[in-house]
């Protein structure tokens, strides 16, 4: 699977939208871009899923760029509930899922 | 919908002792999962049933460590015996797996283990 490169931290006001970014340049054509959250003490929570399209669901938002090397996760509207470890994962659709050190995203009051 | 069990969610235990994890992974799911998570490797795989068979257990650290799922509603986990570079927070997830790209894991709340 190809590798994923993320921030290590980032912190976003309560309430504003929160833009996560992933660089995953070596992704294969038939490798999917996946975001997990882990958020303290609990397990890590699946957010969303793309190939190529950009996606939406009732937590996020994925923009994969067109030549698909980097994507981003947006969170609308952050909430302090939102603070956790976000991962972003490449994958071809299999069972192996590989959590990188991920983003530790903290959300400001 | 209960989500997935695991029980204990903390364990203390003494080096030497066997310790023993277990999940009850969410009804109608033909896929279970163990992980382990720790600061120093964060999240891997340990080992993945699918419809109660070992598929994949290229993960599992040692001969120390057994899983088992004798049923599509249970699975333990044991370290026998058990050293203090196993403490970690351990894992278990389940998925309706068709082998798609949808089919998403849902992770349990974890086991604390602490071997002194």
């Known amino acids: 699977d190809a590798k994923t490169t993320q921030p290590t931290s980032m912190d976003c006001a309560e309430g504003r939208a929160a833009n996560l970014p992933c660089n995953h340049s070596t992704i294969s054509g038939n490798e999917y871009v996946y975001w997990y959250r882990q958020i303290h003490s609990q397990g890590p929570q699946y957010i969303i899923h793309g190939l190529k399209n950009n996606e939406t669901n009732e937590m996020a938002s994925l923009i994969i760029t067109e030549d698909r090397k980097s994507s981003t996760l947006i969170l609308p509207h952050a909430t302090l509930r939102d603070t956790a470890v976000y991962y972003c994962i490449v994958n071809r659709g299999d069972y192996k899922l590989s959590f990188g050190a991920g983003t530790t995203v903290t959300v400001r009051a | 919908d209960a989500g997935v069990i695991q029980s204990p969610r903390h364990e203390v235990t003494e080096m030497g002792q066997e310790v023993t994890l277990r999940c009850k992974p969410i009804s109608g799911h033909n896929s279970l999962f163990w992980y382990r998570q720790t600061m120093m490797r964060g999240l891997e795989l340990l080992i993945y049933f699918n419809n109660n068979v070992p598929i994949d257990d290229s993960g599992m650290p040692e001969d120390r460590f057994s899983a088992k799922m004798p049923n599509a509603s249970f699975s333990t986990l044991k370290i026998q015996p058990s050293e203090p570079r196993d403490s970690a927070v351990y894992f278990c997830?389940?998925?309706?797996?068709?082998?798609?790209?949808?089919?998403?894991?849902?992770f349990g709340p974890g086991t604390r283990l602490t071997v002194l």
């Open positions: 997830a389940s998925s309706f797996w068709r082998g798609a790209a949808t089919d998403t894991q849902y």
